[in-house]
């Protein structure tokens, strides 16, 4: 099990800066998800890591080792492609031992590891095809197998899911978390869903504009985000965020809406402790759907803000059912169970657990 | 044609490295030269005299240059009896080539059109029909070609061999326009459809205009292949009507009087100049036409 | 693709949903008649007693016999086969070379493209002529050597009867392998980068990625190339026209100039017609199965 080490890393690509100066440490055995919106260079970092682009400036360090001049055959990694890369004139079984046929390996070597990894990913039935009598499921698993079977310290994954259907992708997802469970090996893993960032990841780096925003487990990025470009990328449906003003008038509020018509949420002590003395601020709420319910729904306990507006929209999702309705012009959604639904242009009482609101600094983005 | 996105991988530096390079690059140019030392060997001969060529070599500069070679070949060198140089033929050549490219795209793009977007029933099969007079020798259609030409009065004519270039240059734009029309969205046409557009209307308003490339590379196309034949010209056509590669060929082939290679030389720079600049000025659309259905993808 | 219902009640939208049919059929009627109906015709000469003129009493398959008893046909053909082979073997070679070079990173790689595909857009009368310049007994090449110090040095191949054939291959190698070259880098260029990464990442070195890998992948335009070029090399007149005349003698007469100097200098339209015919059915059987797979291919 091998560590990474980025220190300081830059790409640029001509005068386009992709990578802007990339610290990040990923320890061994662990399963690190590279995770944001198209474009923001996480596939170049990946690359970078895999020695398929070379820096600009700054060191990779893998297991302790400086590889900024090695070669990507020297690395010791294997790497998932989106598209698979499979060998299109070759059989399941050389796509396999492909890079180990290259290094020299022994053939009884081979043959015990593709044995061994045929079984793990149940394609065994299929070693003698060709890729293009595969399913898009199928071909997944040869080019897992095809990166497993040499036994790196390193695995990296360019957005492997993304062709696949979403049942596949489930099951998929949920085969990779095994397999690292069982191997232990360190993963670096680009994803631009953040579903599967959750699910796999022991920590998400969220990147956005050749930056890494934040660093940290899944929860902290879901819980705790640093600002609000990571509170609106992780979540499904996103985050609501609420434009407003904060009032220190006998208590703290974030007062919202229109004129006349303000909503006035009332800050759990300890963040309103945090802003104290800044009456006034441009501050922006944010609210997950599932901590907008019906009123009544749940336990009553503290820190609880109940308000009444009509619905707009009613979108079941079978398990929620999303209630979207509108403050100051912006829609929002709240996350209530099926049988507290009412019809549209209905007034629904809605209650809001404010401990787990996020308070963010308009003017800044950054969370306070 | 693109480049890699691969060109980043890190690779091992090294002098081994910059050995294998220098091969590379060594071959390369060895065969830049295979390719130019023939048109150098063209040019440089049309600019000596005959006493030069003479006495000299294939490869050594011309030492006095004479522009004597290039006024004879275009204004008075022999092309069987008629001594007025390649001048006439070349204007031939133009009288032939454009209206035969215009008509024989034109028609092509609007029969790749009706064969895609509007699949009738036995579409294919016309298509396939059609596509294997792309393929044929045309040594097979030469003699009755050669009666039907004297039937219609258009033996030995310019005309008759425009007629000629036109009905062999459709099963090629035929099938050019058909590769490019099938990447077209139906879609698109179904819209018109709503909209209440024709058939010529969507042609001529929609199609047309999104098909700028195909036409682009389809004229080249034809302009170099009908500018550059020889075979229906020879056949078809009699001294005054030759166009310039019939009379090149016979500047070239005269066995009498002595041998002028400059002259020759400066003929056939002539003869290829035009194409010469159209594959220089539209390279990458000519490049589009070599490989236009042969490679996929 | 038919109009919808509604759309087509007026006797304008009836037109209009048979334009379709109406445009092309005049292209239809006249590949029927001006490929199909000629084929058919030449097909009918050639089993008739035609000489100078037609003749369109069917007279068995004596044109055929004749054409094949015909010494000069025998030396067309066996041109064909030595000129096929060196032909399209040296530009798959040197095809497939330069666009692997080409392909390895190469900065000015447009430019040398341009060198390489230039012969290309010459006609094939300026090719001849220029190598027939190049190649001149005398002044040409052998002047060359001999003033570079090689005395004994003779190169007489374009008016040698047993050499002339491999001139025309000089020549039409020279002028079509850029060609071949511009079909495989542009085969080279369609395989997916993520294979090219994957194989860097398995460690494999250039050699074993274009061996291994990309050159296996390359099937499909190496048929199409083989093919194109065949299509060059039976069809090929002009060069030989321009380069050597059929000369010495009837020495590098192909198929094609064969027919051609039958039909109109010696006007013996039977044996022209056979000759012709011949030609049409090579074509056909490497063509038809070729463009059998492609339709079918395309229409997947």
Same mark, same amino acid.
């Given at each position: &099990? ?27 055995? %662990? ?54 890369? *499979? ?32 079984? *793990?990913?149940?394609? %065994?039935?299929? *070693? ?43 099951? &998929?997802?949920? %085969?990779?978390?095994? !397999? ?28 956005? $504009? ?5 660093? =940290? ?40 809406? @229109? ?16 802003? @104290? ?34 619905? $707009? ?26 049988? /507290? ?28 | ?40 060997? &063209? ?24 522009? %004597? ?30 209206? @035969? ?22 579409? /294919? ?141 400066? =003929? ?30 | ?65 004749? !054409?094949? $008893? ?40 447009? @430019? ?72 495989? !880098? ?17 460690? =494999? ?17 190496? &048929? ?14 002009? !060069? ?44 056909? =059987? ?15």
């Amino acid at each position: &099990m091998s560590d990474i080490r980025l220190d300081a890393i830059w790409k640029k690509f001509g005068a386009t800066e992709v990578i802007r100066g990339i610290d990040l440490t990923i320890d061994p055995g %662990e399963f690190v998800v590279l995770v944001g919106p198209s474009g923001c260079g996480k596939s170049t970092l990946l690359n970078l890591i895999s020695g398929l682009e070379t820096l600009s400036s700054g060191n990779i360090f893998i297991g302790g080792r400086k590889v900024n001049d090695v070669p990507p055959r020297d690395r010791d990694i294997a790497m998932v492609f989106q598209s698979y890369a *499979l060998y299109p004139t070759k059989s399941v079984r050389d796509n396999i031992t492909f890079g180990m046929s290259v290094r020299h390996i022994p053939r009884q070597v081979q043959d015990a590891a593709v044995a061994e990894f045929a079984g *793990l990913l149940h394609i %065994e039935d299929y *070693l003698e095809r060709k890729p293009a009598q595969l399913s898009g499921g199928q071909r997944q698993r040869v080019a897992m197998g095809r990166a497993l079977v040499r036994k790196p310290d390193v695995f990296l994954f360019d957005e492997p899911l993304s062709n696949l259907d979403a049942k596949l992708r489930i099951e &998929m997802r949920t %085969e990779i978390k095994k !397999l690292h469970q069982r191997l232990g090996k360190t993963v670096v893993y680009v994803t631009h869903d953040q579903i599967e960032a959750m699910t796999l990841a022991t920590r998400i780096a969220v990147m956005d $504009a050749g930056h890494i925003r934040q660093f =940290a487990d899944p929860f902290t990025v879901y819980d705790d985000p640093v600002d609000l470009f990571v509170a609106g990328f992780m979540g499904s449906p996103p985050m609501n965020m609420i434009e407003g003003k904060l009032r220190q008038d006998g208590g703290s509020f974030v007062e919202c809406g @229109a004129p006349g018509a303000e909503l006035r949420f009332p800050l759990p002590e300890a963040m309103a402790r945090r802003v @104290a003395g800044h009456d006034g601020l441009a501050v922006i709420l944010g609210l997950r759907p599932e901590t907008i319910f019906a009123a009544g729904s749940e336990l009553p306990g503290p820190d609880r803000y109940c308000f009444e507006l009509p619905v $707009a929209v009613v979108e079941p999702t079978g398990p929620d059912t999303m209630i979207v309705f509108e403050i100051g012009g912006r829609d929002l959604i709240a996350r209530v169970r099926p049988q /507290d639904a009412r019809p549209q242009g209905t007034r629904f009482r809605f209650e809001v657990e404010m401990r787990k609101a996020k308070l963010f600094d308009a003017a800044s983005g950054l969370r306070l | 044609m693109n480049r890699r996105q691969i060109d980043g991988i890190v690779r091992r530096g090294g002098p081994w490295q910059a050995v294998q390079r220098g091969v590379l690059f060594a071959v390369l140019a060895l065969f830049c030269a295979y390719y130019l030392v023939p048109l150098v060997v &063209m040019i440089s001969t049309s600019f000596k005299s005959l006493d030069e060529i003479r006495l000299g070599t294939l490869t050594s500069l011309p030492q006095a240059v004479t522009f %004597e070679a290039w006024a004879k070949a275009w204004g008075s060198a022999c092309v069987g009896v008629r001594c007025d140089g390649l001048q006439p033929y070349v204007w031939n050549s133009v009288m032939m080539v454009v209206p @035969a490219v215009a008509l024989s795209t034109f028609l092509g793009a609007l029969n790749g059109y009706a064969l895609t977007k509007w699949r009738f029933r036995g579409a /294919d099969v016309i298509f396939a029909l059609i596509l294997f007079g792309a393929f044929i020798p045309f040594q097979v259609i030469l003699l009755p070609m050669a009666r039907t030409l004297g039937v219609l009065g258009l033996a030995g004519t310019i005309p008759g061999l425009i007629m000629v270039h036109t009905i062999y240059g459709l099963a090629f734009t035929t099938l050019f326009f058909r590769n490019f029309f099938i990447g077209v969205s139906d879609g698109i046409v179904r819209a018109a459809q709503v909209d209440g557009a024709s058939f010529f209307g969507i042609f001529f308003r929609i199609i047309l205009p999104m098909s700028l490339p195909a036409i682009v590379v389809t004229l080249i196309w034809q302009f170099t292949q009908i500018w550059n034949d020889f075979l229906f010209g020879v056949a078809f056509t009699v001294g005054e009507s030759n166009p310039v590669t019939v009379a090149l060929n016979n500047v070239v082939n005269t066995s009498t009087g002595v041998k002028e290679y400059n002259v020759d030389m400066a =003929a056939a720079i002539i003869a290829a100049l035009p194409t010469l600049a159209v594959y220089v000025l539209a390279g990458s659309y000519f490049v589009r036409g070599l490989s236009a259905g042969a490679v996929k993808g | 693709m038919a109009l919808p219902k509604a759309l087509s009640r007026s006797p304008w939208r009836s037109i209009d949903r048979w334009l379709p049919q109406i445009v092309v059929s005049p292209l239809f009627a006249v590949s029927l008649f001006f490929v199909y109906g000629f084929i058919a015709w030449t097909v009918y000469i050639s089993f008739t007693r035609s000489g100078v003129m037609p003749n369109y009493t069917l007279d068995g398959v004596g044109q055929y016999v004749r !054409l094949w $008893a015909t010494p000069r046909w025998q030396v067309a053909l066996r041109n064909l086969v030595t000129f096929s082979v060196l032909f399209i073997g040296l530009c798959l070679v040197i095809g497939i070379l330069l666009a692997v070079l080409l392909d390895q990173r190469i900065r000015i790689e447009g @430019a040398i493209r341009t060198i390489y595909l230039y012969p290309m857009a010459l006609s094939f009368i300026v090719t001849g002529t220029v190598w027939k310049w190049i190649l001149n007994p005398g002044l040409g090449l052998e002047r060359v050597m001999h003033r570079a110090g090689f005395e004994s040095f003779t190169f007489d191949w374009l008016v040698n009867a047993d050499f002339a054939i491999y001139t025309v291959v000089i020549a039409g190698v020279w002028q079509s392998s850029g060609y071949a070259m511009a079909l495989f !880098l542009a085969g080279l260029r369609s395989v997916d980068d993520e294979v090219l990464k994957a194989a860097a990442i398995d460690g =494999a070195g250039p050699l074993r990625t274009y061996f291994g890998i990309v050159l296996p992948m390359m099937r499909p335009v190496f &048929m199409s190339t083989v093919i194109i070029l065949a299509h060059l090399a039976i069809k090929s007149f002009d !060069l030989v026209m321009a380069l050597t005349g059929g000369g010495p003698g009837y020495a590098t007469d192909m198929p094609a100039t064969f027919m051609y100097a039958y039909a109109f200098q010696r006007s013996e339209l039977g044996v022209a017609a056979a000759s012709a015919v011949m030609m049409l059915v090579t074509i056909i =059987a490497i063509i038809v199965p070729y463009l059998y797979s492609e339709l079918r291919e395309g229409r997947r």
